[in-house]
């Protein structure tokens, strides 16, 4: 099994920055992607941003220049930086890893941005 765990989310406003983390323990050998997913109230789970094995990554229109997606393979740690953030940012973000066909998922962390 595997158990993925964030943190990092809280209240921010317009215009700033949050890091989430999200440590990863279990049998995590073969992991072929790590992304971010958010969901905002009302809305489809979206893809936020994503890395490969080989640290190829791909960032939703949405965040692009604003967001990075990293990991440290040494710490077992994905990561998200968010800078810039604007209200329509306001989500629950989600880890996701996929190792093999199989997808595993985070409880998730509340990342609001408001004045």
């Known amino acids: 099994q595997v158990q993925l765990e964030e943190s990092g989310g809280g209240l921010v406003q317009p215009g700033g920055s949050l890091q989430l983390s999200c440590v990863s323990s279990?049998?995590?050998?073969?992991?072929?992607?790590m992304a971010w997913y958010r969901q905002a109230p009302g809305k489809q789970r979206e893809l936020v941003a994503s890395i490969s094995s080989g640290r190829s990554t791909n960032y939703a229109d949405s965040v692009k220049g604003r967001f990075t997606i990293s990991k440290d393979n040494a710490r077992s740690t994905l990561y998200l930086q968010m800078n810039s953030l604007k209200p329509e940012d306001t989500a629950v973000y989600y880890c996701?890893?996929?190792?093999?066909?199989?997808?595993?998922w985070g409880q998730g962390t509340q990342v609001t941005v408001s004045s």
């Open positions: 279990g049998n995590t050998f073969g992991i072929v992607l």
């Open positions: 996701n890893h996929r190792i093999g066909n199989r997808d595993y």
